[in-house]
């Protein structure tokens, strides 16, 4: 299973960009989707998540501004990313937590990581 993140780019402060990840194949028992962010010389820190039953969680940094939502029968995240500020700039990364196969154990999937700039 590949994941393929996708949306990402330039961008001046306070704009807006969509962020999407999409699975090349069906993800079983998705435990939760994710989106996660490495800046240049920081350690990659967790944006944010959306669990199998829907909750959500955000870190501090972007609440109110992104909006994480999925597509189940996709297997796609998405991340709605608005009010963009030069700190945003990373390097995003979509993770999923499932199984290849229904008998198969959990594992973490990760895409490529998609670039996101904002110019101040």
């Known amino acids: 299973v590949q994941l393929q993140a996708s949306g990402g780019g330039l961008v001046q402060a306070g704009g807006s960009l969509r962020l999407s990840c999409a699975a090349s194949e069906r993800i079983f028992s998705i435990a939760s989707m994710g989106w996660y962010r490495q800046a240049p010389g920081k350690q990659r820190e967790l944006v944010a998540d959306?669990?199998?039953?829907?909750?959500?969680n955000y870190v501090d940094s972007v609440k109110g501004r992104f909006t994480i939502s999925r597509d189940n029968a996709k297997n796609t995240v998405y991340l709605q990313m608005n009010s963009l500020k030069a700190e945003d700039t990373a390097v995003y990364y979509c993770?999923?937590?499932?199984?290849?196969?229904?008998?198969?154990?959990?594992?973490?999937?990760w895409g490529q990581g998609t670039l996101v700039t904002v110019s101040s």
């Open positions: 993770r999923i937590k499932g199984r290849a196969t229904w008998f198969s154990g959990p594992n973490d999937f």
């Open positions: 959306i669990t199998s039953g829907g909750s959500t």
